[in-house]
């Protein structure tokens, strides 16, 4: 079936050091894959996305790492802040714009 | 600020009652998308329309509907409510129709009692 699933439902990290957020997704026709930040009481928000021609890409402070062959996504957090502690959702572009969302991962980072 | 803003920011309603949720997507966007977020089923994607037309539909209730009108904002009625549908309801809007970052409002956070 559909499904977007996480490795790990808590992170926690501390401030300075690097956070890796895992991801496995199972539609192996899936074509374009986003990371999500969602703050407590907000909307999620954007973070970096890639293709499926790609196997990782860079944003600020973040990579995003894609792995076809096992269906695995990875979001890289670069020196975390305490201002990136969220849950952190993978979501997976299916059918037009229809995104599957993970179960979302909560990193905690501590000072 | 995403620019996407969805009203009310709340709502509390009883149950059997029917409620309509307003989605006014960034200025140029032309795809809207609705999911709904709860504590058991987290984010789940309930139906996307571009430009005025359905476009993919996710797990939506029959007793759930949704529009996008001509000026591209959209609502999203539920109907019949139930204690169960209690959750975050979020519009998210994009440029196109698929494979491109959605951006995401503040969500209607609804409760039925």
């Known amino acids: 079936g559909e499904s977007v699933g996480l490795h790990l439902p808590t992170l926690s990290v501390q401030e300075g050091d690097n956070s890796i957020i895992n991801c496995a997704y199972s539609n192996s026709a899936s074509d374009y894959f986003i990371w999500y930040k969602q703050e407590s009481g907000k909307g999620p928000q954007f973070i970096i996305d890639i293709r499926s021609n790609m196997d990782k890409r860079q944003g600020q402070r973040v990579t995003v790492l894609l792995n076809k062959t096992v269906k695995h996504l990875s979001l890289q957090i670069a020196a975390t802040q305490p201002g990136d502690s969220a849950v952190y959702f993978c979501a997976e572009n299916i059918q037009g714009g229809k995104l599957i969302f993970g179960q979302g991962t909560e990193l905690s980072v501590k000072p | 600020d995403s620019g996407v803003t969805q009203t009310p920011k709340h709502l509390i309603t009883a149950t059997g009652q029917r409620v309509t949720l307003r989605c006014s997507p960034r200025?140029?966007?032309?795809?809207v998308y609705w999911y709904q977020q709860s504590l058991d089923q987290g984010l789940q994607f309930l139906i996307q329309?571009?430009?005025?037309?359905?476009?993919a539909k996710g797990n939506i209730l029959e007793r759930f509907s949704a529009q996008q009108f001509p000026d591209l904002h959209s609502e999203l009625n539920l109907s019949s409510l139930e204690l169960g549908d209690s959750a975050l309801y979020f519009c998210?809007?994009?440029?196109?129709?698929?494979?491109?970052?959605?951006?995401f409002g503040q969500g209607t956070r609804l409760t039925v009692v």
């Open positions: 998210a809007s994009s440029v196109e129709a698929a494979r491109t970052e959605a951006f």
């Open positions: 329309y571009y430009n005025g037309e359905e476009r």
């Open positions: 200025s140029g966007d032309l795809s």
